[in-house]
C-alpha cells in the first residue's frame, strides 16, 4: 500500500485503515492501564484534565476548516461537527459534557476550563492539529478527521472497562461517549467519502495518508505525555497538575 | 513577582531569571543522564536526532520574527541570528554543525536532515515554538527567545561531561556548541534588553513571562519525550528512530 503509484480509492480505504491499524491509540499502554482499572483516581483526573484540552479545541480546528470548505453542501455537513460539540440552546454539546466527565471524576471544573493544569505536550499536540488543519491541503484537513473510523473500537472498550473496573465510575459520568457512537460514524463516512473522491492524484493519495498518520501520532503523543508524567517514570512538567 | 501590578524594567529582568532557574530543562532528568555519561550511544544518537530539528527551524522561526521587526536597526540585530544558523559561503552555521554533530555519534546525515525519525512529541514542541513567535505579539516573540540567558550555563555541563564521561566523544564531535557561548549571551542581552524596554504594561510583563514559561516547556517537552521513549518506560513512537 505504500507505494507511490496511483490507487483505486478503495484501497485507498484499505491504506487508511492500515494506518489506524497499526498506530491508533487503542495499541498505547495507557490506554489499557485505563480501562483495565489500573489507573487511580488521581491518574483518572489527570486524564480527564487532559484531554478537556483536545475536546475544547475540537471544534476551534472544525471552524478553521469549515471556513475553507468552498461548497455549501460540505459546509453543512462539517457545520454538524460544530454543532456537536459546542450545542446548542436545546443541548449541553461535546465540550459540556466532557467537562461534566471532569467534573464527576472529582475536578473542579473552573480548573479544567482554565486549562492552566495541562501538561505542554498535551497542549503541543493539541495545537498541532488545530494548525495542521488551517495550514495543510483541505483533502488532508478531511483526512485528518479520519481517526474517527477507529473511535467506536476505542470508546466501547473504555466505557466497558472503565463501568466494570472504577467503582466510583457510573454510566452517568461517562455521558459523552455515548452520542459519539452514532455521531463518529455519520461524520467518517462523510470524511472518507470525501477523501476518496478528492485525493486524485498518487501525492494526494500519500499525502492523505501522512495526515491520517499525523493525527494518530497527535492522539498517541497525548497518552505519552499522560503516561510520563503521571505513570512511569512519573515526572509532571512544572506547573502541570499534582493529584491530590 | 507574580503580582500583576507594573513592574519595574529591573524587576522584569528578576522574574525572568526566576523562570528559568525554576523551569530550565537543566533541571531534567534526561539532560543529567546526558551529560553524566549515563546514556548508550543509541540513547545519545536520540538526542542528536530528535535535537537536530529543533536547530533546523530555530532559523525558520527566527525568519518569521525577523518579518515582523518595523525597525531597520532591529532587523540588522535580529538577522544575525539567521546567519549564525544557516551560515554563508566562508561559514557552515549550526545547523550544518548540529548535522555534523549527529554524523559523528554515528547517524547517516541525510537521515537526520530528512527528520523522517524523529518523535512526534519533538515536533509538536518545535512546531510549537515557531507558531507562537509567528502569532504571538512581537514582545513575547522576542521573550521567548530569553532561554539563552541560560544556555551557557548548561552548555557547559553538557560539554564538559560529555568528554568527560563517553570516550567515543571528541572535542570535534561537539563543535557545534563553542560559538554559541559567544553567541547566545550577546543575543539575550540585546532581547532583555528590548524585553525590558517595550513590555511597558503589566499585562505585557506578564504576558512577556508567559512567554519565557513556555518556551521553557518547549524545551523541557523534547527532553520529556525523549526520555519516555529512550529510557522510561521506553516506548518509541510507532515510526521512530529505534537505536540499532
Redesign the interface.
Known amino acids: 500500500m505504500k507505494t507511490d503509484r496511483l490507487m483505486t480509492p478503495d484501497d485507498v480505504e484499505a491504506a487508511a485503515r492500515q494506518v489506524g491499524a ?2 491508533y491509540h487503542i495499541h498505547h ?1 495507557f490506554h489499557r492501564l485505563l480501562h483495565g482499572g489500573k489507573l487511580s483516581r488521581g491518574q483518572v483526573q489527570a486524564w480527564a484534565l487532559n484531554r478537556y484540552y483536545y475536546q475544547a479545541m475540537i471544534p476551534v480546528k472544525d471552524a478553521s476548516l469549515l471556513a475553507r470548505l468552498p461548497d455549501v453542501e460540505d459546509r453543512r455537513e462539517w457545520r454538524r461537527r460544530i454543532v456537536d460539540h459546542d450545542g446548542d440552546a436545546g443541548s449541553i454539546g461535546g465540550v459540556g459534557r466532557w467537562l461534566k466527565l471532569a467534573e464527576n471524576v472529582g475536578l473542579d471544573p473552573e480548573y479544567v476550563r482554565s486549562t492552566a493544569g495541562i ?3 498535551t ?3 493539541v ?2 492539529y488545530v ?1 495542521f488543519v488551517r495550514e495543510k491541503s483541505l483533502v488532508e484537513a478531511v483526512a485528518s478527521s479520519l481517526t474517527e473510523l477507529f473511535s467506536p473500537g476505542i470508546i466501547a472498550e473504555r466505557v466497558s472497562g472503565m463501568l466494570a473496573n472504577y467503582d466510583w465510575i457510573h454510566e452517568d459520568t461517562l455521558a459523552y461517549f455515548k452520542p459519539r457512537l452514532t455521531q463518529a460514524p455519520q461524520d467518517s463516512v462523510w470524511a472518507l467519502a470525501y477523501v476518496k473522491q478528492h485525493a486524485r492524484t498518487a501525492e494526494q493519495q500519500q499525502a492523505v495518508l501522512g495526515a491520517l ?1 499525523f493525527k ?3 492522539l ?2 497525548q497518552l ?2 499522560l ?3 503521571y ?3 512519573g ?1 509532571v ?3 502541570a497538575f499534582v493529584p491530590a
Open positions: 497499526e498506530r499502554p501538561l505542554p505536550g497542549r503541543f499536540a495545537d498541532a494548525h498518520r494518530c501520532d497527535v498517541w503523543a505519552d505525555a503516561h510520563f508524567a505513570v512511569e517514570p515526572l512538567s512544572p506547573g
